[in-house]
T-cell receptor, first 115, second 112 residues
Framework: EPEVTQTPSHQVTQMGQEVILRCVPI?????FYWYRQILGQKVEFLVS????????KSEIFDDQFSVERPDGSNFTLKIRSTKLEDSAMYFC?????????????FGPGTRLTVL | SQQGEEDPQALSIQEGENATMNCSYK?????LQWYRQNSGRGLVHLIL?????REKHSGRLRVTLDTSKKSSSLLITASRAADTASYFC????????????FGAGTRLFVKA
């Protein structure tokens, strides 16, 4: 069964450092997403991406964040200068196009710890 | 903003009992999904119900959707200790990005 994969599973970084979280969405999907979940809190939408551009982003997704689909398979989230409050689980998701009823498939997440 | 909010926030039951969790949201939706999450782990998709559906079953799970009341419920029958987890409802909207908005979740604890 196709699945979304994410690497690394756990990333530890120093405050102020740049991190790149990587995701490989399901191959024939067209919409890609990043969400985050701070420990003990709910999952929050960050950004959606379609046709090589951001289609929607939340207020959390400020200038420190960027997304990219550098090739036909990877989808990345970059945080330019990490803050302590960026510590969270980051989930990538993808969904097929053509129907708004499609299920979003979530990856297993990357736990980001900022020290 | 559209937002799923679950109640109760926490639920503790005995193994074998049924567990019912409710979700309310604010705006029109295309679909509503329920997810399970074990502590510190990823999201497991349980069931998707479309806005034109009223009820859906999957194994021991039964989901209802009332779009007039903007509410949904998840029923887990004959619960097991392994069902202990957090359960989230999530709504997908009408915007082109089809983002999913999650509620705060219900923490279910099933005692053996």
């Amino acid at each position: 069964e196709p699945e979304v994969t994410q690497t690394p599973s756990h990333q530890v970084t120093q405050m102020g450092q740049e991190v790149i979280l990587r995701c490989v969405p399901i191959s024939n999907h067209l919409y890609f997403y990043w969400y985050r979940q701070i420990l003990g809190q709910k999952v929050e939408f960050l950004v959606s991406f379609y046709n090589n551009e951001i289609s929607e982003k939340s207020e959390i997704f400020d200038d420190q964040f960027s997304v990219e689909r550098p090739d036909g398979s990877n989808f990345t989230l970059k945080i330019r200068s990490t803050k302590l409050e960026d510590s969270a689980m980051y989930f990538c998701a993808s969904t097929g196009g053509g129907s708004s009823y499609n299920e979003q498939f979530f990856g297993p997440g990357t736990r980001l710890t900022v020290l | 903003s559209q937002q799923g909010e679950e109640d109760p926030q926490a639920l503790s039951i005995q193994e074998g009992e049924n567990a019912t969790m409710n979700c309310s949201y604010k705006t029109s939706i295309n679909n509503l999904q329920w997810y399970r999450q074990n502590s510190g782990r990823g999201l497991v998709h349980l069931i998707l119900i479309r806005s034109n559906e009223r009820e859906k079953h999957s194994g021991r799970l039964r989901v209802t959707l009332d779009t007039s009341k903007k509410s949904s419920s998840l029923l887990i029958t004959a619960s097991r200790a392994a069902d202990t987890a957090s359960y989230f409802c999530a709504t997908a909207g009408n915007t082109g990005g089809f983002k999913t908005i999650f509620g705060a979740g219900t923490r279910l604890f099933v005692k053996a």
